[in-house]
């Protein structure tokens, strides 16, 4: 069974740093997450879930929303299992839960669709 757990939310000032973990477990059929897109999304106080940084593992690119292009980078670590999302010159209007999901849905069906619990990201000074 598949498994995502974020970790490295916090509190940080603006222009500020964090770096952002999803471990992955349970993909044992699926050497270096191969088939599966992964998305890190936020998810602010009373507002939708928004795409933040797409990484589409096949084609080995990245995408990520124009609210943080330049400052967000989303990378895979295949020896710690990990999908990693670097945000740098943190603002205020970051301050999100931050959600890691996998989509293998392609690849593997219409169930290959997983969600971790979240991270809470707060910028504050």
């Known amino acids: 069974q598949v498994q995502l757990m974020e970790s490295g939310g916090g509190l940080v000032q603006p222009g500020g740093s964090l770096r952002l973990s999803c471990q992955g477990s349970?993909?044992?059929?699926?050497?270096?997450?191969?088939?599966?897109?992964f998305t890190w999304c936020r998810q602010a106080s009373e507002k939708e879930r928004d795409m933040v940084a797409e990484?589409?593992?096949?084609?080995?690119?990245?995408g990520y929303a124009d609210s943080v292009k330049g400052r967000f980078t989303i990378d895979k670590d295949n020896i710690l299992k990990t999908i990693n999302l670097w945000m740098n010159s943190l603002k205020p209007e970051d301050t999100a839960v931050y959600y890691c999901?996998?989509?293998?849905?392609?690849?593997?069906?219409?169930?290959?669709?997983?969600w971790g619990q979240g991270t809470q990201v707060t910028v504050s000074s």
């Open positions: 349970g993909f044992g059929g699926s050497p270096n997450f191969r088939g599966y897109i």
């Open positions: 990484l589409n593992t096949a084609r080995n690119s990245a």
């Open positions: 999901k996998a989509d293998g849905t392609m690849w593997y069906g219409p169930d290959a669709e997983y």
